[in-house]
């Protein structure tokens, strides 16, 4: 594994953590979502699979796409 994907893996993670708790569907939670959607886009290029990089490039529309719903 390499030092930058496995930053990129620790960055994943510490986002994930910060997950608002009772802030379902405000600014916060979009928020949040845009940066789980950065750190999916971080992580993409560095994964050694396709299929893996396609999985969190298709997460980050996703993450994407429910911030710009909530807002």
């Known amino acids: ?3 930058e994907l496995r930053a990129a893996l620790r960055n ?4 994930r953590a910060e997950k608002p708790g009772d802030e379902l ?6 928020a ?3 940066a789980i959607a ?3 886009e971080e992580l993409a ?7 893996d990089r396609q999985r969190a490039e298709a997460e980050a529309r996703a993450a ?8």
Do not use: D, N, S
Not at 25 to 30: D, E, I, K, M, Q
Not at 45 to 51: A, G, K, M
Not at 64 to 71: C, D, I, K, Y
């Open 45 to 51: 290029p560095r994964l050694l699979f396709p299929e």
């Open 38 to 40: 950065e750190a999916l």
């Open 25 to 30: 569907g405000t600014a916060a939670f979009a």
């Open 1 to 3: 594994m390499t030092p």
């Open 64 to 71: 994407r796409a429910e911030a710009a719903a909530l807002r």
């Open 32 to 34: 949040w979502r845009v």
């Open 12 to 15: 994943l993670r510490r986002v």
